[in-house]
């Protein structure tokens, strides 16, 4: 299963994944999908936002327990972020009817899509969208790097735009359970392969617009300039200092420099911003450092998006935890479909698997064989657990 | 004239030009040309390199008189920067003809190619490769922004990848007198719309690599990072402070971070930095301050070009000013292909013409009509002088 999607979206010369929304690398993972749950009987629906589910039973019977995660990537991504999530799904079904397993209410598959958000800059965008947290307006006029329009990407991809909350959807989903590779090293030195989730830090986005004036780098004289990249430079390294101070992180690795010609002092440098931490008035703190460097620039610092601290369902995270026997309880800085989830009320919980770098968002993304195979044994608990009792 | 060539290649959003080596809208400003030859009957040549030569006269007769300048831009580039230069030369000869002017000796109008590098990264490509200060092979394999290679772009241009020095075009070139819009503010508070070039300053073009380890934007703590763009804030910063205090000018204009990603942490800044200034020896003490910088970030700063100072002939720098009644003498710090024609041994002059805001590489990139038809005037008193006698 795992190795008719390896080669999807594999850039040769880095190793790294390249698995942008609605592309046609999208489109080869989500006939995977489809193709795996086909095989398996599983009934495939696409809510209104194109997300996927595999169901096994009617999922208008009553609502269900869903599990998957998502199958895109970030630029250069790892093979586990996303993936290890719904091909985990698909491994749990599988030894549920080994074991002759009858669900006592439907369990299903979702595939979310965009939740990196590396195309268009909005994380979690298929989960937003399914909920409602996104406003569909506002998604549609988002524009990629090459200037596409997320709509234009949608009528591309052979989807509709007439994309927003579904509350059909949504009401199948009487609990989720997502299954993904820790991201952290909070595995790394433990005994245990898996984790139970307990939240997911605050996170924000932000672009930061600094402008210039063009002119010729050989011929304008320092006092002359009006260089943006020297206020940009400030702000990467402000952007550190401050985090460090208020106990959060920050990162600057994307940048926009117009034109970009060794010759030529920019107009404008446009950089976004990624912080994140335990304590959202922190993560709050760093951004307003950086909004008064931005403004004392002459520039602007915009959010592009703000999601607060996510605490997972105390009553499902016990009961994943008693089913589990009690492995780590951890806490984490990346975002999820299961928080969007959280968020909007549905009882949601996460198993974590080990990593043993703490790598991610890089090629160098890794988990042991022995590890994952812990982690379907996980979930298929999980899963037997959950399902096998009507709510 | 320019009515013809002012919308080739505008960006209509930003108003500035993306006139770029071996492009479709390159090859349009190189038909442009060649009807602007025909339809004066001047004889078009194109050397071993690509670049263009418009004669008037046997050019194998004797070694002629040339002018002329080019017509590619960097990103974003203004209206002047080149064309400029050709359409004067064109314009001079209509009066020379007007006035039944005839030419001892062979009078040629040149389009010298890919002048700005902002393609391939090498300023000047067209002249550096005529007079062999390019090597043939390194220039081929320069890529693009795009991956693509100067030599598959010459293909896709109908252009040949035999490119090289060519003596046989050298040798029709007896002297060359580029006119050019000035590109700071030396003549601003001036009386004289136009002045005589003196020297280049030395200039060089520096890549800075610095290698980071790609992860998680949100699960990484800061102590377990490797960012590469802490080390290129400083790099930006120091180049500022280290020109300063040298006396030359640096520039970080440009810029690739992979991958590129709001969301992850990046494995490599390729910066590329652009130094010049009145000395050599403080351009180079620059450039080892931020060569130094580098290396303790352990990445490395790689020379793409140098070019040493350029006198320009001081025979014909004297027979110019005398024929212009003694206009203001300036040096500069941009490069030309003049420069690469002087250091080449060719009795070379330049002729810059008024700029009221010194801005230039730049949509607001100016020089007022009067000025423009004072530097064709200037233009045509020399192109008389020099090609009213044999030698």
């Known amino acids: 299963m795992w190795s008719d999607l390896i080669a999807v979206g594999r850039d040769p010369s880095t190793g790294g994944y390249r698995r942008l929304a609605w592309t046609r690398t999208d489109h080869d993972l989500r006939e995977w999908f489809s193709a795996a749950a086909d095989s398996r009987g599983l009934d495939v629906t696409v809510d209104r936002c194109g997300n996927q589910w ?32 719904v091909i ?21 598959i979702v595939n979310f899509c965009d939740e990196e958000g590396a195309r268009f800059g909005i994380a979690c965008a298929g989960s937003r969208l399914l909920t409602g947290a996104l406003a569909p307006d506002r998604a549609l006029a988002l524009r990629d790097k090459d200037g596409v329009t997320m709509a234009e990407a949608l009528v591309t991809a052979g989807r509709t735009t007439s994309i927003g909350r579904d509350d059909e959807a949504l009401a199948r989903v009487g609990a989720f359970v997502e299954l993904h590779v820790e991201q952290g090293r909070g595995l790394a030195e433990r005994e245990s392969p898996v984790a139970v989730a307990s939240a997911i830090w605050p996170h924000g986005r932000f672009r930061a617009e600094l402008p210039g004036e063009a002119n010729h780098a050989g011929t304008t004289r320092l ?11 400030r702000l990467i390294l402000a952007a550190r200092e401050s985090a460090q101070r208020h106990g959060a992180v920050a990162t600057c690795g994307k940048v926009r420099i117009d034109p970009n010609g060794v010759n030529a002092i920019p107009s404008l440098v446009t950089a976004w911003i990624d912080s994140r931490g335990p304590v959202g008035d922190d993560v709050r703190a760093v951004v307003a450092e950086l909004t008064a460097l931005a403004e004392s620039a002459g ?3 915009t959010e592009e998006s703000w999601t607060d601290a996510t605490t997972f369902d105390t009553d499902l995270r016990k009961r994943l935890s008693h089913a589990l026997g009690e492995p780590p309880v951890l806490d984490t800085g990346a975002g999820h479909d299961a928080g969007i989830l959280a968020a909007h009320g549905i009882p949601t919980g996460m198993i974590f698997v ?3 770098t703490g790598v991610s968002h ?3 993304e890794f988990a042991e064989r022995d590890d994952c195979l812990a982690g379907v044994t996980a979930l298929t608990t999980v899963l ?5 009792s009507p709510a």
Chains 1, 2 share one sequence.
């Open 354 to 356: 080990r990593n043993p």
């Open 88 to 108: 985990a799904a698909f491994a749990a079904v599988d030894v549920l009817r080994g074991n002759g397993f009858a669900p006592a209410r439907p369990l299903g």
């Open 223 to 233: 006092s002359d300039r009006v260089d943006p990249t020297l206020a940009y430079a």
């Open 299 to 301: 520039g602007t610092l």
């Open 362 to 364: 890089s090629p160098a």
């Open 54 to 85: 595999a169901w096994w039973g009617d999922p208008d019977a009553n609502p269900g327990v869903v599990t998957g995660s998502h199958l895109d990537s970030v630029p250069d991504g790892g093979a586990y972020d996303g993936p290890l999530g």
């Open 384 to 388: 037997a657990d959950l399902a096998g």
